[in-house]
């Protein structure tokens, strides 16, 4: 036994000997193949001076073109040089058009005196685009509230967000007196006045004053209308024996014309003339997360919508009870409010109702439901 093993080790050290040796050799080979080729580029490369670029090489003319730089006299007569330009007699080179740069900073912004306040600037001159642009602030808010600047274009008659190639008589600036963070606060106030004065200095124009009481009375008036008027109006399906599955929910949801949300656990019911959907339903997410069927089973489902953001044009109360009845039939599920009380003929009458009244104080307000100032105010 001992004479096999000492005969194994000398084998193995034998191997090792012979792998040693190969690698040694394969580095030799390719360093006696790769040497000529280093040694020619080191020579073709010798007495070419490393020189720094500078203007001093390219030297600037008055109509702004750059001449060549000389060629070094001992510049290897196998490296390329330049074509030398040409001097025959042409018409001369059109320049390049210069691009209409369009800020991406300035989208147009919606501004309206019905939820903003908008502060005039007036110049002594109309303004290039650019020209504004390169002054004003790199900022779409003034604390939490929406900010945006404006320029009347005496070409189209209207006001619009600044573009670089349009000139602009008058300007105005815009924040957002409401929205879900809040009224407009004093020390945003003073803010806003601030970079509105900056602005109107840097164009030598002059900013209107701001009678800071009575902008944060109308702020707050204003916040109470949207208190009063931003809800959400949902109706609860509960399971009445059993469970549901999630892919069966789901299935009867595409059945209805619902469609995946944005967020796991939230449908939607597209609106045919809208972008904004018409109605959502949501469920317990951590069912479609779960791993045994036993965590996977729904009791109840939400289905509704806010009001606010939907227009009236659109019947969504009565597009809510349609798919809520037809749904709860499918589901074998009751239907009730958010405090599990079963709703009934007379209480849904009673809530379409008060949908209506809210509707009417909105467009009273001239900030109808679905409108584009009712989601600012109220998103």
């Known amino acids: 036994m001992d004479a096999l093993q000492t005969a194994l080790t000398l084998f193995g050290g034998l191997v090792l000997v012979a792998l040693g040796g190969y690698t040694y050799w394969q580095f030799r080979r390719n360093a ?9 580029l080191r020579s073709r490369l010798e007495g070419v001076e490393d020189v720094e670029p ?15 730089a000389a060629i070094p006299a001992n510049l290897p007569a196998h490296l390329p040089t ?23 900073r300035f989208p147009r912004p919606a501004l309206n005196e019905v939820i903003d306040l908008l502060i ?15 002054v ?30 349009q000139r602009y008589g008058r300007l105005r600036a815009g924040v957002q007196l409401v929205d879900r963070a809040g009224s407009l606060t004093p020390a945003e106030l003073v803010e806003c006045e601030e970079v509105v004065r900056r602005c109107a200095n840097a164009i030598h124009g002059v900013a209107e004053h701001v009678a800071e009481d009575a902008v944060l009375a109308r702020a707050q008036d204003l916040y109470q209308f949207a208190c009063a008027h931003d809800g959400r109006l949902f109706f609860q399906l509960r399971v009445t024996h059993g469970a549901w599955g999630v892919d069966y929910v789901q299935e009867i949801a595409r059945e209805m014309g619902f469609v995946p949300g944005a967020v796991l656990g939230k449908w ?23 791993d045994t069927k036993s965590e996977s089973e729904l009791h109840q489902i939400e289905l ?18 349609t798919v809520s009845a037809a749904m709860a039939a499918k589901l074998g599920a009751a239907i009730t409010d958010e405090a599990g009380v079963a709703l009934h003929a007379e209480a849904m009458e009673d809530i379409a109702q ?19 100032l009712a989601r600012r105010l109220c998103s």
């Open 354 to 372: 008060q949908i209506d009244s809210l509707y009417d104080t909105m467009d009273q307000r001239a900030i109808p439901a679905g409108s584009d």
């Open 136 to 165: 004003m602030p790199d900022m779409a808010r003034v604390g939490t509230k929406a900010f945006a600047i404006e320029g009347w274009n005496e070409t189209r008659q209207r006001w619009e967000g600044l573009q670089a190639d």
């Open 32 to 40: 006696t193949l790769h040497a000529p080729h280093r040694s020619t």
């Open 120 to 134: 005039p600037i007036s110049v002594p001159a109309p303004v290039a685009g650019h020209t504004a642009m390169a």
């Open 268 to 290: 939607v019911l597209p609106s045919a003339t809208t972008s904004f959907p018409v109605l959502g339903l949501q469920f317990d997410v951590r069912a479609a997360w779960a």
């Open 54 to 68: 500078s203007l001093v090489d390219h030297p600037i003319t008055e109509d702004g073109a750059a001449q060549d």
């Open 82 to 104: 330049a074509a030398a330009p040409s001097t025959a007699p042409g018409p001369a080179p059109r320049p390049a058009a210069c691009p209409v740069v369009r800020s991406a």
């Open 304 to 321: 509704g919508w806010e009001i606010a953001l939907v227009p009236r044009s659109e019947a969504p109360f009565q597009r809510l009870r």
